[in-house]
């Protein structure tokens, strides 16, 4: 918390017009902790061949934010490389396969 004290004053005499008044401010936490994966590194193995939707692995990351202000410490997984093999649900952390029919000696 932190104390802001005021007080009005008349700008030509500089003199105060109002007593002082105190001021608790909170500051809210913005997002200063990134997440966290608990189990990391993971390992994963796909079979070939396996169909879209193939389950993967979960992978599960927590956030020290404080979660009662906005959305910092809400972990939204996403993948930025790997597309459009895997797919991640964004809210479980579900990998799956996205393509049917995945063969490693078959390239496109």
């Not at 104390?3 to 003199?15: G, I, N, P, Y």
């Not at 007593?19 to 913005?30: G, H, L, M, N, R």
């Not at 930025?80 to 799956?96: A, E, M, N």
Request: glycine letters at 4%; aromatic letters at 10%.
């Amino acid at each position: 918390f932190y104390v802001l004290r005021a007080q009005a004053v008349d700008t030509e005499t500089r003199r105060p017009v109002e007593p002082e008044s105190e001021f608790i401010i909170k500051v809210q936490d913005i997002n200063d902790n990134e997440p966290r994966f608990l189990d990391g590194p993971y390992v994963a193995k796909v079979p070939e061949m396996s169909p879209a939707g193939s389950f993967v692995i979960q992978i599960t990351a927590t956030d020290a934010d404080d979660p009662t202000y906005g959305n910092s410490a809400r972990v939204v997984y996403s993948i930025l490389q790997g597309q459009p093999y895997f797919s991640v649900d964004p809210k479980t952390g579900i990998i799956r396969t996205a393509l049917a029919n995945m063969d490693r000696e078959v390239k496109e």
